[in-house]
């Protein structure tokens, strides 16, 4: 059950766009469409942005999105805003029938 | 509103065990699977283990596997996380969350409850 793996950090200009990556093995990530992020701003409490790799749940900006080949799943984040900066968590449904997280990636907003 | 409170953490001993409780409100508890996913200070998420609806399918961690037992209580709306054997790499925030849909998303948290294993 290795954590999944997350570029520790990404950084873009606010109304551009960034993309980060995460990746897993065929027993997560390639074996299941059950990619979830998750957005957590320090002391606050981690908010579900996408599921089923490219699903946003109701009240999530479009300006999130999903996306997946093979075993590496990635989110996109467009037109940056000042309060998109935060960690960025992926996670996968595996093999074993338990959930890993990746290991977290932080978005600067410059 | 949904509402998920976690309770009982604190300071503990290396050795011990501590039960966390998570009281949830505004949706039909039983009908949802249920989490404890926690996270070290200054460190990432790491998920703990799942209960499906009636209790009758759960998994863990390997890392904490045969420590750690899930449970809930559908009539009382809450669930449960006991922890014994408790190392110092426990130390974190533990967080409560409801499952969307078969583990593909976790689309509710409590606020989270901090357990220190410290002598």
């Known amino acids: 059950q290795s954590a999944l793996t997350q570029p520790a950090s990404v950084s873009g200009s606010p109304g551009q766009s960034i993309t980060m990556s995460c990746t897993g093995t065929s027993g997560d990530v390639g074996g299941y469409n059950f990619v979830s992020w998750y957005q957590h701003h320090p002391g606050k409490v981690p908010k579900l942005m996408i599921y089923d790799v490219t699903i946003r749940p109701s009240g999530v900006s479009n300006r999130f999105s999903g996306s997946k080949s093979g075993n590496t799943a990635s989110l996109t984040v467009s037109g940056l805003q000042a309060e998109d900066e935060a960690d960025y968590y992926c996670?996968?449904?595996?093999?074993?029938?338990?959930?890993?997280f990746g290991g977290g990636t932080k978005l600067t907003v410059l | 509103e949904v509402q998920l409170v976690e309770s009982g953490g604190g300071l503990v001993q290396p050795g011990g065990s501590l039960r966390l409780s998570c009281a949830v409100s505004?949706?039909?508890?039983?009908?949802?699977?249920m989490h404890w996913v926690r996270q070290v200070p200054g460190k990432g998420l790491e998920w703990v283990s799942r209960?499906?609806?009636?209790?009758?399918?759960?998994t863990y961690a390997d890392s904490v596997k045969g420590r750690f037992t899930i449970s809930r209580d559908n009539v009382k709306g809450t669930l449960y996380l006991q922890m014994s054997s408790l190392r110092a790499e426990d130390t974190a925030v533990y967080y409560c969350a409801r499952d969307l849909i078969s583990s593909r998303g976790l689309d509710k948290w409590g606020q989270g409850t901090l357990v220190t294993v410290s002598s």
């Open positions: 209960i499906k609806t009636d209790g009758t399918q759960i």
């Open positions: 505004g949706f039909t508890f039983s009908s949802y699977w």
């Open positions: 996670s996968s449904y595996t093999s074993y029938s338990t959930v890993v």
